[in-house]
């Protein structure tokens, strides 16, 4: 009895050790992914990251003057006239994008970034705002509208390589920024002339933008549409709207969207980012973080989509350790039930050896798939474990053929590990049956072991057979 309870300790306490090398093992997968992410910041940077366009905004200065009275009704009554200047943002009526979206993928080192080009035009009507409809600080005085500008701002100017602009019907002369102390970034272009009050402007807005992982379109028109086309073959819509049409295929994908001012909160959402960033002068109204908020277009709704690799090689890897002291835990339950059915003495050391082994097969899964992608890293790491396991307990069990046996029963643990891995909605469903499974099949293989003459001691067990 005393030689059966010291093999369960001993188990159980190279159990413990092996918990540490995967926790270890852990540790470096967590580090690769932080390397990961800051080298996807760094090319990310370069490409100007995730991008986002909103276009067809009109940007009207005008000047308020009003006659400010003193001493009113008395002899010495004196009119002072006054002005303010001013700017009034007019969204557009309609707004319809349409573009391509080629990928272009930069590596750095091993890890590599989902770059992209867009190419493509943004186009609408907007209309010229009347003096009687644009907000006055002043009850009855008067307002003279000047020359608007039109705007187009992005996420990331670095990322503009070609703008050009046109408005009813002439070529319009692009300059950087926006004007805009809320979405700084962009550019824009001042109209002719003024238009009449009430006249509907077409504008063409023609870009050419560089970014990584992300693009956003803003739907700001009253009626807008975008339709993007690409050769990426795994895209995730990752936006506030579906497309109404998409169509994914092996060499890329087309999407559409459409909505309306009616569905969307954008507009509102574009003008309040504009009065809080031309507010933000106001002593004690705003502070730095609600500042930070208002030049980013966070929390506006948006059209978007990301280019996404199929497999993330550090996510499964991760999910892959979750299951590791299951398996292990499995793999050696299956080695001490052939020790028990077969008589077979098996030294601790070789079962740490096993333990390791499955280890090592994490470890050998995450470097692999840095180069090779995550589905035939696994198959790698578990052809190679699988091998070495088989080779090294086939002196342990005396016979190639129990080897050959093991090594089966181990493939298929590490292939309804993968099944798990890949099918994340099931993965409960299959875990479950996966350890039914290997109960079930540790009791069929025990069902006649003599469990009593494990707890006999040796003089027990001598007597017993001279008996």
């Not at 009704?73 to 349409?98: A, C, I, N, W």
């Not at 959402?269 to 030049?295: C, P, T």
Request: charged share 15%; hydrophobic share 50%; net charge neutral.
């Amino acid at each position: 009895m005393k030689g059966f309870i010291s093999k369960v300790f001993v188990l159980a306490l190279l159990a413990a050790v092996l918990g540490i090398a995967v926790m270890l093992v852990r540790g470096v997968i967590a580090d690769r992914g932080n390397y990961r992410e800051e080298a996807l910041r760094s090319v990310g940077h370069s490409l100007a990251g995730p991008q986002s366009l909103a276009a067809g905004m009109l940007a009207v200065p005008y000047v308020e003057s009003w006659d400010e009275i003193e001493a009113a009704g008395s002899t010495q009554e004196r009119r002072t006239r006054k002005t303010q200047s001013g700017v009034h943002y007019v969204l557009p009526d309609t707004l319809d994008v349409s573009g391509q979206l080629a990928p272009d993928i930069r590596k750095r080192g091993v890890f590599r970034v989902n770059g992209y080009t867009f190419a493509g035009k943004l186009k609408g009507l907007v209309r010229m705002p009347a003096p009687e409809s644009v907000p006055r600080s002043h009850e009855g005085s008067e307002l003279s509208l000047g020359v608007p500008r039109l705007i187009l701002t992005v996420g990331n100017a670095r990322g503009i390589r070609t703008i050009r602009m046109n408005a009813g019907g002439q070529t319009l002369a692009v300059e950087p920024g926006t004007g805009i102390s809320a979405f700084p970034t962009g550019v824009s272009a001042s109209l002719a002339r003024v238009p009449d009050p009430g006249s509907a402007i077409a504008f063409e807005v023609f870009a050419e933008i560089t970014g990584a992982q992300r693009l956003d379109i803003l739907p700001l028109g009253m009626e807008s549409r975008a339709s993007i086309s690409s050769e990426w073959p795994h895209p995730s819509f990752v936006g506030d709207f579906l497309p109404a049409e998409r169509r994914v295929r092996d060499t890329g994908f087309d999407a559409a969207w459409r909505t309306s001012a009616v569905a969307s909160n954008a507009r509102s959402q574009w003008i309040a980012r504009v009065g809080a960033g031309n507010n933000s002068g106001a002593a004690g109204a705003y502070d730095e973080k609600m500042l930070a908020a208002a030049r980013s277009l966070v929390g506006v709704e948006s059209f978007a989509v990301a280019l996404i690799d199929p497999v993330d090689a550090y996510v499964m890897s991760d999910r892959a350790t979750k299951y590791a002291m299951l398996t292990i835990c499995l793999t050696l339950a299956l080695f001490a039930v052939y020790e028990l059915v077969k008589g077979l003495r098996v030294h601790p050391m070789q079962y740490l050896l096993v333990g390791f082994a499955m280890v090592v097969f994490f470890l050998l899964l995450i470097a692999l798939s840095e180069h090779i992608g995550f589905d035939a890293a696994y198959a790698c790491a578990s052809v190679a474990c699988v091998g070495l396991i088989s080779y090294y307990v086939s002196a342990i069990l005396g016979s190639p053929w129990r080897a050959a046996g093991f090594a089966s029963l181990l493939g298929g643990l590490y292939g309804s590990l993968y099944g798990i891995l890949c099918s994340e909605q099931n993965a409960l469903l299959l875990g479950a049956l996966l350890l039914f499974a290997v109960l079930a099949g540790v009791m069929t293989l025990s069902r006649k072991a003599d469990w009593n003459s494990l707890l006999q001691t040796r003089s027990e067990a001598a007597d017993a057979t001279s008996a």
